[in-house]
C-alpha cells in the first residue's frame, strides 16, 4: 500500500489542524494505521493507532483527550484531529500502515507515507 499524508501547517497554540493519509490499493481496510511524528533531534515516537475496521484507536499520553484517529475506508483514507495544540507538538507526522493492531512500535509497520510538517508557535 502507498500512503501520501497532507494537511500540515503552521498554527498557534490552543489552535487545531487536521491531518489526512490517503492510501492506494483495494487491501487499505485491512491494515491498521497509525501516526507517529519526529521532532528535529528526537526519535519517531507513537502518537496514534486505528484498528483496521475502525472500531478501536489507542493514543500516546502525550495526546490524549486532545487527538482523535479516526478513518473511512470507502475512501482509503485515516485522519488526525488534533485540537489544543501546543509548542512541542511541533514535529514532522507520519502515517503508517501494517497487519496489525494496537501497535505502538515503529519497526512493526510495514509502509509509511512521506511526512507531513506541523508547526506549533507559541
Known amino acids: 500500500v502507498q500512503l501520501q499524508a497532507s494537511g500540515g501547517g503552521l498554527v498557534q497554540a490552543g489552535g487545531s489542524l487536521r491531518l489526512a493519509c490517503a492510501g492506494s490499493g483495494r487491501s487499505f481496510k485491512s491494515y491498521g494505521m497509525g501516526w507517529f511524528r519526529q521532532a528535529p533531534g528526537k526519535d519517531r515516537e507513537f502518537v496514534a493507532t486505528v484498528s483496521s475496521s475502525g472500531g478501536s484507536t489507542w493514543y500516546a499520553i502525550s495526546v490524549k483527550g486532545r487527538f482523535t484517529i479516526s478513518r473511512d475506508n470507502t475512501e482509503n483514507t485515516v485522519y488526525l484531529q488534533m485540537n489544543s495544540l501546543k509548542p512541542e507538538d511541533t514535529a514532522v507526522y507520519y502515517c503508517?500502515?501494517?497487519?496489525?493492531?494496537?501497535?505502538?512500535?515503529?519497526?512493526?509497520?510495514?509502509?509509511w507515507g512521506q511526512g507531513t510538517l506541523v508547526t506549533v508557535s507559541s
Open positions: 503508517a500502515a501494517l497487519i496489525g493492531v494496537g501497535v505502538r512500535n515503529v519497526a512493526s509497520y510495514d509502509y
